[in-house]
């Protein structure tokens, strides 16, 4: 796994073009600050604030950490890869989560940005509970990443999926809005997305009232991660079992 | 060959490499869901505010900035063929490298067209977003006008950072991010302070879009001003485009000019169309 993460970081030292979500998280948070304020007299500043965060770290995870497997294939590295004696999905994970780490970055410009050249009146008042928040959704989204890694190794043009799933989660995340604003039908469908989960304890940490049940919400943002973990574990598991019977590695 | 003619192939080959991509199986399952999703997402700020008239202000402008995102995509068109190694060959060929940048990745206003309208006709009734018939249809026209605009922008962009390969995809996602905090998507211009109001006459989307928010209000009197303001944004960079490519023909630069440093297959990265949303 440490292996995995030393090759990421040089990776990100040759492109840096991959800090991208660095660039385009203030320019959200300034949309959605402009939004919010331009709507009214209800101060939803922290709403505006905490979105771009998730919006960033999706695209770490999932673009750069699902892209793993597809560089490797690009890079002709993949057969090697699978070839070698260490396990796979360790590397590929120490790499993911390098990705997701790196990302956690951008909550802290956000913050600056949002904080101090906005002006926008957000502050913590829980930290514990916003460290543990983003910890545990960092684990959630380097799992997330990990299952698209899997697909990534079955099909060639799953790249094209992972730029279809961000914003039908970002909405059944509520990321922006609160679930609660959703259809109805839709909000049960909410609490398996661990976003919903990560969001609403994000915005709690910034208000002033209290959070009741952190724990059981933490829990299940750690446990929805760990589902996934196993699913991306057991599927990576299958699907190079199946490929390398098969033969078809390198043509897929 | 005649200019059409190399058109019509360009077309064609660009649209067969999309549909390598997308089955209209998986278009609608995957690239529509998301971009009906994104102009959800940004309607239910709307409704996070309670505020109607912002819900469907940001429906519209969230709809109609589809057309431009994809049409933006184009800036990666040099680099798609950079990868796929047909670059050099392109640049050899005899005909202007204008005519066919232009049309083989014109499928991209296609696609824009079909998703904005298709996020337009199914978000707007979800949100009770009044579509009064027959003027609506002018928003077809409108949109296109929209998705041609931002993909001449495009291909201009594409032809500025040819040799300029590892930041093709930077400018594609910022760009785009630009375009919806600048042209008037989120927020009425007259909220802009006054200096950036006036940058953003010179974006594409911006007119256009003013353009198709009248059709809907019923103020008819400024479609037309407004169309032809945002067809000319969008003919600047093509004449641009054109007379650059004039002094300097791809043909005539050396080839590895033309590739760039760092060849796929040495240096295992590839630019890749993602958008950071």
């Known amino acids: ?252 | 060959m005649s200019a059409l003619r190399i058109m019509r192939y360009s077309f064609l080959s660009g649209a067969t490499d999309y549909l390598a991509i997308y089955t209209w199986r998986s278009w609608l399952g995957g690239w529509y869901l998301r971009v009906l999703s994104q102009v959800i997402f940004f309607a239910l700020i709307g409704k996070l505010l309670r505020a109607e008239e912002q819900t469907w202000f940001l429906l519209v402008g969230n709809a109609v900035m589809l057309a431009a995102m994809e049409s933006i995509f184009a800036l990666n068109l040099v680099s798609w063929e950079r990868d796929s190694g047909t670059l050099q060959l392109l640049a050899a060929s005899p005909s202007s490298p204008v005519v066919v940048f232009a049309s083989r990745g014109s499928y991209l206003i296609v696609d824009g067209l079909v998703s904005s309208l298709g996020a337009l006709f199914v978000a707007g009734p979800l949100f009770h977003l009044p579509l009064p018939w027959p003027r609506i249809l002018l928003v077809v026209p409108l949109t296109l006008l929209v998705g041609a605009s931002a993909y001449c922008f495009g291909t201009f962009l594409a032809g500025l950072l040819i040799r300029s390969r590892g930041l093709n995809n930077l400018v594609v996602n910022v760009g785009i991010v630009v375009f919806m905090t600048l042209c008037g998507v989120n927020l009425p211009l007259a909220a802009y302070p006054r200096p950036v109001a006036f940058v953003t006459q010179f974006l594409p989307l911006t007119h256009g879009l003013v353009a198709i928010r009248s059709v809907l209000a019923g103020d008819l009197g400024a479609v037309l001003p407004q169309a032809g303001l945002e067809a000319t944004v969008g003919l600047g960079p093509t004449v641009c485009s054109t007379r650059r490519c004039a002094r300097a023909p791809l043909p005539g630069r050396p080839p590895s000019d033309v590739d760039g440093p760092g060849q796929i297959g040495a240096d295992g990265y590839r630019s890749v169309t993602a958008v950071t949303a």
């Not at chain 1, 990421?8 to 991959?18: E, G, N, T």
């Not at chain 1, 203030?26 to 965060?53: E, Q």
């Not at chain 1, 989204?141 to 099909?155: D, K």
């Open chain 1, 1 to 252: 796994m440490w292996a995995g993460v030393r090759l990421q970081l040089v990776f990100y030292r040759q492109y840096p073009d991959s800090f991208l979500p660095l660039l385009t998280a203030p320019l959200y948070t300034v949309i959605f600050l402009m939004i919010v304020r331009h709507g009214g007299p209800a101060d939803l500043s922290s709403y505006a604030v905490i979105a771009p965060v998730f919006i960033a770290l999706w695209w770490f995870a999932l673009f750069h950490g699902g892209l793993v497997v597809q560089t490797d294939r690009w890079s002709q590295t993949l057969e090697l890869h699978v070839a070698a004696p260490t396990s796979f999905a360790a590397v590929v994970f120490g790499r993911i989560l390098t990705v997701t780490l790196v990302g956690l970055v951008s909550f802290v410009e956000i913050w600056l940005v949002g904080r101090y050249l906005l002006d926008a009146p957000v502050k913590v008042r829980h930290p514990w509970l916003l460290t543990a928040t983003l910890v545990a959704t960092a684990f959630a989204m380097a799992a997330t990443a990990l299952l698209m890694s899997g697909l990534f190794v079955l099909a060639r043009n799953a790249f094209a999926w992972t730029n279809s799933i961000s914003f039908p989660c970002y909405v059944l995340g509520g990321i922006l809005v609160p679930v609660a604003l959703l259809p109805g039908w839709l909000q049960p469908v909410s609490k398996v997305v661990f976003l919903s989960w990560s969001a609403d304890l994000l915005r709690a940490s910034l208000a002033v009232e209290s959070v009741p049940d952190a724990a059981f919400r933490i829990g299940m943002i750690l446990l929805l991660a760990a589902a996934s973990f196993a699913v991306a574990a057991g599927l990576l598991r299958r699907v190079l079992w199946r490929v390398r019977h098969s033969g078809e590695l390198g043509l897929r």
